[in-house]
């Protein structure tokens, strides 16, 4: 167990739907960054918070947002689903932004059908 | 935006082979990890490491920041040590993004 949890494990949703991923941050950790690994395109960055603000923004779509509450933990919000969108969703989470190693969790399946 | 590029991409070992993974970058960075992710998929951070020597175990790691690349030497390889191998860097061009490598995939034979 890394200290992230992540859920769910596994999601199966329809295209057109929305669903929320959730990440909770090892504790101690502000900062929480999302990221998409499909087959064709490797591990991409989303979006980093840190201690509740949006610190950055990567390749993130429009129908996608997320958040920090003020407990530290995030959701991902994947909305108007497509195909293509099938991916394993990770959340990591560090103890500042910049000079520390992050901790993974064991990642969402999304499977759009 | 900045380039990272892992090589090789594909790499069968014998197990107790030793084997070094490669990653260059094409702009400074303020820092850069080596992750493994194992056939399950879990990411495992291997180092933390911008600068310098670390070493854990039958694992060890060098960047030349000057130079612009790291590597990653695995020693003693044991099958458990098959999946793939990323490089991430953050650019310090400032914007706080980690970029990922495509990985090495490595597959250790028994």
């Known amino acids: 167990d890394s200290g992230v949890t992540q859920t769910p494990k596994h999601l199966i949703t329809a295209t057109g739907q929305r669903v929320t991923l959730r990440c909770s941050p090892r504790?101690?950790?502000?900062?929480v960054y999302w990221y998409q690994q499909s087959l064709d395109q490797g591990l991409q960055f989303l979006i980093q918070y840190y201690n509740g603000e949006e610190r950055a923004k990567g390749n993130i779509l429009e129908r996608f947002s997320a958040q920090q509450f003020p407990d530290l933990h995030s959701e991902l919000n994947l909305s108007s689903l497509e195909l293509g969108d099938s991916a394993l969703y990770f959340c990591a989470s560090s103890p500042e932004t910049g000079n520390y190693g992050y901790t993974f969790g064991s990642g969402t399946r999304l499977t759009v059908v | 935006g900045i380039q990272v590029e892992q090589s090789p991409p594909d790499l069968i070992l014998q197990e107790g082979a030793n084997s070094t993974l490669r990653c260059n970058f094409s702009?400074?960075?303020?820092?850069l990890q080596w992750f493994h992710q194992n056939p399950w998929g879990q990411l495992i951070n291997l180092f933390y490491i911008p600068s310098g020597t670390k070493q854990n175990g039958r694992l060890s790691a060098t960047t030349v920041a000057t130079e612009r690349y790291s590597l990653l030497y695995i020693s003693s390889s044991q099958t458990t040590d098959s999946g793939v191998y990323f490089c991430a860097v953050e650019p310090d061009t400032g914007g706080f993004k980690t970029i990922f490598g495509a990985g090495t995939r490595l597959f250790v034979k028994a």
């Open positions: 702009d400074s960075v303020n820092n």
């Open positions: 504790s101690g950790d502000l900062s």
